[in-house]
Structure formats: C-alpha cells, structure tokens
C-alpha cells in the first residue's frame, strides 16, 4: 500500500478528509494527493503521523501496529494533569487505537481542574 493511499485510509477512520489532514498538518489543502507519484519527505512524514495518530512505520506500511514508534519504553508513569495543561494528549491516550475525541478530552479537563 502507498503513502499515499495509508493516509487516505487512516483518514477516513478519523473521520476527516485528506483536505483536513492536510491543513492540520501545515500543508496546502491539495498536497496529500501529490503522494501519489511522490513521496513526503521525512519530516512531513512525522507531522502527519501524529496529526493521524500513527506512526510513521505503519505510514510506510512498515507495521500494521498503529502506534509502533510511541512506546513509553522506560515504564516512566506519565502525569495526566500536565497533559491536561500541555494539551498533549495524542501522544498518550488513545481508545480502540483511535485518539481521543474533543469531548473526551473536555471531560478529563473538567476531572483534573483545568
């Protein structure tokens, strides 16, 4: 499968089109379409990774393991609260491999007193 069409799938799971992708990503609405016959460079690659909630493995088709390069390998406990503050949440939490939407990130605000 290419860039390309991984972006597209993911996409539609997340329930956005490529022009919204593309926006959240820093990149003029039409560009995805581009990785057709073109692939993104690396670093265009990471940001839209993590505007997808993926890695750039399963970009690549490297893994079918969505999230294969966000593993909390150092066991380290990861405070909630400052995410709440940073507004990081995409890094962390997930649900069924999806990020969390607005509305849940809204309600843990409300938990931890934001």
């Given amino acids: ?64 393991d969505l999230h294969a390069n966000k593993k909390n390998t150092n066991n380290a406990l990861v405070d909630l609260k400052q995410i709440a503050k940073d507004d990081s949440w995409d890094d962390y939490l997930s649900s069924d491999g999806h990020p969390i939407t607005d509305h849940d990130k809204n309600l843990l605000r409300v938990i931890f007193g934001d």
Avoid: C, F, H
Wanted: glycine fraction near 4%; charged fraction near 30%; hydrophobic fraction near 35%.
């Fill in 1 to 64: 499968m290419t860039v390309y069409e991984k972006i597209k799938e993911i996409s539609k799971k997340r329930g956005m089109n490529l022009q919204t992708v593309a926006k959240r990503a820093g990149l003029s609405s039409n560009m995805i379409y581009q990785y057709k016959t073109v692939n993104p460079k690396t670093e265009t690659l990471k940001v839209l990774a993590d505007v997808l909630g993926v890695s750039v493995d399963y970009l690549l088709d490297k893994t079918e």
